[in-house]
């Protein structure tokens, strides 16, 4: 029987990884196998994919001397693990067993070695949809769809670290549309309406949160924008003469509108300012509508207020926020989201 490693554990892993070293380049997804099934049966596999062995959940207790020399792969203890039988689940200070009982998971796991597989990240995404709040889940979903991955303890300073995308809106769509009856399958499917791809920083995730979540959620109820969507300023060219490109964080391209979000790490440096005066300058050229956004001003809910009120101009999209009730769930999001 293999160990397979699941929910936060899973999303440790996913965090501590390289996407690129992992995923990159391969469809590393499995088949799992329960254990009430044979396990000579083979998975259904398409016929351009050889066959894969599927991962065999267990279903007795496994001995925990394997990963214990192997220091619980660097992975915060108690590591969570899924089994395949209420007769595999083990009492241990070291490891949380969940317990899954249904069909085949067609690509829901990540082999790492022989017998040691992970929750992929569209599973893991739907295991977490059964103990998360919404909106943290949603959160989680930019994330792991996002060009980031959280990082404290290897940059502090961020508190991320940069990385590829792990999944996104459409692979978690198709996974979670063909997994029926896989718990948590409903709160993923409510999250995924409001998750965007391609966010390059957790800031930016919560950015596009508080403007896009619906009001009864908190937010301001604006249609998603592209996330860091590629804008190329045909009609100049840089010092090697090529097609000057931006990427824009927030953008509505049917409105022409941008929202760039400055961090005050980064954005406060002389030379950083300089390039994004340019930069808001040749896309001001091209006819789109810059706004910036500064930490300091996410921080303040009446700032946000502001900058949401001069947004629903540009967008052409009246503000209406039902009074008083938003006020209390406005200030819920905004705690559930800004921890700095």
């Not at 992975?75 to 899924?82: A, F, Q, S, V, Y």
């Not at 919560?206 to 249609?223: A, D, R, V």
């Not at 045909?234 to 990427?247: A, D, E, I």
């Not at 509508?289 to 207020?305: G, I, L, P």
Request: net charge positive; hydrophobic share 35%; proline share 6%.
């Amino acid at each position: 029987m293999d160990w397979v490693i699941s929910h936060n554990s899973a999303l440790e892993y996913w965090r501590k990884t390289s996407a690129k070293a992992v995923l990159a380049g391969k469809d590393s997804r499995e088949t799992t196998q329960p254990a009430r099934q044979s396990a000579t049966q083979p998975a259904r596999q398409s016929a351009t994919q050889p066959a894969r062995q599927p991962a065999r959940l267990p279903s007795v207790p496994l001995d925990a001397d394997w990963l214990h020399k192997r220091k619980y792969l660097g992975l915060t203890t108690p590591l969570e693990i899924l089994v395949g039988s209420r007769n595999a689940r083990k009492v241990s200070r070291d490891i949380k067993c969940h317990t899954y009982l249904g069909r085949s998971i067609e690509g829901g796991f990540t082999r790492l070695l022989p017998n040691l597989y992970v929750s992929s990240p569209e599973l893991c995404f739907v295991q977490l949809a059964c103990e998360l709040p919404l909106v943290k889940l949603i959160e989680i979903g930019y994330e792991l769809c996002g060009g980031y991955r959280l990082d404290t303890h290897n940059d502090s300073k961020r508190g991320f670290h940069d990385d590829l995308p792990l999944t996104n809106v459409a692979r978690l769509s198709a996974f979670v549309e063909k997994t029926e009856k896989l718990k948590g399958r409903v709160n993923a499917m409510r999250a995924l309406r409001h998750i965007a791809d391609n966010s390059k920083s957790p800031r930016e995730t919560i950015l596009s949160m508080l403007l896009t979540l619906p009001n009864k959620f908190g937010g301001y109820g604006f249609y998603k924008p592209v996330l860091n969507s590629r804008i190329d300023v045909p009609m100049l060219k840089n010092k090697k003469g090529q097609v000057k490109t931006y990427f824009c964080d927030l953008y509505w391209p049917e409105a022409k509108v941008d929202v760039e979000y400055d961090s005050d790490d980064y954005h406060t440096q002389p030379e950083q300012m300089a390039k994004d005066a340019i930069k808001k300058n040749d896309l001001t050229s091209l006819g789109i509508k810059v706004f910036t956004v500064t930490s300091k001003q996410v921080a303040s809910r009446d700032e946000m207020q502001k900058i949401a009120e001069q947004l629903s101009k540009a967008l052409g999209k009246r503000l209406r926020l039902p009074m008083p009730e938003f006020v209390p769930k406005c200030i819920e999001l905004r705690r559930l989201l800004l921890t700095w």
